[in-house]
């Protein structure tokens, strides 16, 4: 049988996204061939305002809307926002972790976001991820703590390592998110790795 040449673009396209491996893109294709052709329309268009009205910001790599008024990069909302605390800044690997920190935490401080994390066997080494860019931040601004927000994974603790050493350099202060026991969480059912941290991070009450 013959593939229909457009449709297998589509599936391909739809394969970029993450999470999303050759059977979920060929359910996502036909489920919009079979939808309202305006869903459709409607889904093209946020995807092309990704070019044309969504700007990433050059001083801390947050995305905000392109406004006319904007004449350069770097005039992001969020770095300009009133009455941060000037002495911290969060480092996370992803926009999305700002997201979700603002949501969970009462944090008013600087963030920076990297672009994901040190990983040289995917090329993926310092300057890839922006730790140029923190470095040349951490020198000019009056930061005294930076708050490391990467993931627990291995790459993650390998850039968090990384970054301490940037800023020791710089004689700011270096916290790191504490890790181990899950609110709600039953010790029976954790893996090991977890309760070893959990157990050497213990604080006293
Ligand atoms: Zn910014």
Known sequence: MIKPKYLENLIDALTILPGVGRKSAQRMAYSLLQSNIEKSLFLSEQLKNIETKIIKCEKCGMYSD???SMSNQ???PNCNRENVNNDLVCVVESASDVYTIEESTNYNGYYFVLQGNLSPIDGRGPSEIGLDKLEKRLS?????????ATN???EGEATAHYIKDIATKNNINVSRLAFGLPLNGEI????????????NERKIL
């Open 152 to 154: 627990t994974t291995i």
């Open 140 to 148: 000019e601004k009056n930061i005294k703590e930076l708050i490391l």
């Open 74 to 76: 770097i005039n992001c």
């Open 66 to 68: 392109l406004e006319p």
């Open 188 to 199: 029976g059912f954790l893996d090991n790795e977890t309760i070893s941290h959990a157990f």
